[in-house]
């Protein structure tokens, strides 16, 4: 017989068992404000070289996990990711985000889209989440993640970022129909996105739908809320065991909608009190977050007794440990170090 590997802490956290410490890791903890990103963004300038060929991407992944050693490893790469294998050409601008040349805003463009074939349009993302899975070993978990119908929708509608949201909603509150066809194949094939990295080896996947905060609530109900759905069911008939972690921006409004949308762990931001996050949710609901990313700018005092106070809110069970959104670009990194430090010897602490 072999040895039993024990799950690693995230992954036992987030199939709720009661563990010594929340698990830590934070949103975006690759990225621009490790400098050893920095310099090898200077190598490889392309936002799609540097996710795309899975040498850099491996490299990029493995930079926090090397540097602070954090419960979760998340795969680099970018919520836009699988459009070009749908047919929405994209790429990823300096500072400004996905730029999608043909936004998508008729009937005939969406009847053109085509099925994702992961194997085929992605074949990159099997060799990254392999080789983080054989790095990491059992000290941390793996993290896939994908973005939801309404984000996506936004970026294949609007063609970039927006402020305001005002194309998308025109075809939402005017064409409907055209809307509600990409939004259900968008869900699909985000289904066949996530069991594709459960295969390759992610043990846990969030879900961001960062732009349904943008919605207001009976419109995600009728947006956003039924196509999370429609993917968490999907993936949960093939694959039940993996923990699934839903993520809305600016989500106080929604927090209880977000809870029915088969997600088993609901991201909760800094604009609410963790404690009535837990009250709102129930106590039977797991939750991830929610520090304030600009936390990481105070003293180290004050970065501790933040830590201990979510952590005390957020109670012994169901809680994995992070910040409410992504780590903003001019943090210092000491700080992050010591935000991973602190929060690793909790169990000595609280
Ligand atoms: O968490 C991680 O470490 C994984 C990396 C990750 C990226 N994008 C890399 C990236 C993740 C999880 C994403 C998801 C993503 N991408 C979301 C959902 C998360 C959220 O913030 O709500 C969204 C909305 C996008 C779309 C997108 N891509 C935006 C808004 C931007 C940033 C524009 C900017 O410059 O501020 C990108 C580009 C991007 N994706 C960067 C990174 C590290 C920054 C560009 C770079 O490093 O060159």
């Known amino acids: 017989m072999g040895v039993t590997l024990t799950a690693p802490l995230l992954l036992r956290a987030a199939r709720g068992e009661v563990v010594d410490r929340p698990p830590v890791w934070m949103m975006r903890q690759a990225g621009r404000y490790m400098k050893a990103y920095r310099d090898l963004r200077e190598k490889y300038p392309s936002f799609r070289d540097r996710s795309e060929i899975p040498e850099v991407a491996i490299e990029v992944s493995l930079q926090p996990w090397r540097a602070f050693q954090p419960d979760g490893v998340i795969l680099f790469s970018d919520i836009v990711t699988p459009l070009p294998g749908l047919g929405i050409d994209m790429d990823i601008a ?31 993302i099997k060799t990254i989440l392999q080789a983080l899975r054989q790095e990491v070993g059992n000290k941390s978990t793996v993290l896939g993640f994908v973005g939801a119908p309404w984000t996506l929708a936004a970026y294949a509608v609007e063609g970039k970022g927006s402020k305001t949201y005002s194309i998308i909603k025109n075809m939402a509150f005017s064409e409907p129909t055209t809307l509600h066809q990409l939004l ?86 800094w604009a609410v009190d963790m404690a009535d996050a837990r009250a709102r949710l129930g106590k039977h609901v797991k939750v991830q977050g929610n520090l304030d990313p600009g936390v990481l700018f105070g003293s180290k005092q004050f970065i501790r007794d933040r830590i201990l106070d979510t952590v005390r809110k957020a109670g012994n069970w169901g809680h994995i440990l992070n910040l409410g959104h992504g780590v903003l670009p001019e943090t210092p990194e000491e700080n992050v170090a010591f935000f991973f430090e602190t929060a690793k010897q909790l169990n000595a602490l609280v």
């Open 94 to 124: 300096e500072g400004k985000g996905p730029i999608i040349h043909s936004p998508i805003r008729t009937q005939e463009q969406v009847n053109n889209l085509r099925s994702l074939d992961p194997e085929a349009s992605l074949p990159f």
């Open 184 to 269: 259900a194949k968008l869900a699909d094939e985000i289904a066949v996105y996530v069991r594709y990295q459960i295969d390759c080896g992610a043990q846990v996947v969030q879900m961001f739908d960062s732009w349904a905060g943008q919605l207001s609530p009976q419109d995600y109900d009728t947006f956003a809320l039924p196509y999370q759905q429609r993917v968490f069911q999907q993936v949960k008939q093939t694959h039940p065991d993996t923990p699934l972690i839903l993520l809305v921006s600016g989500s106080a409004g929604v927090l209880e909608r977000m809870a029915k949308s088969g997600a088993d762990i609901v991201t909760v931001d």
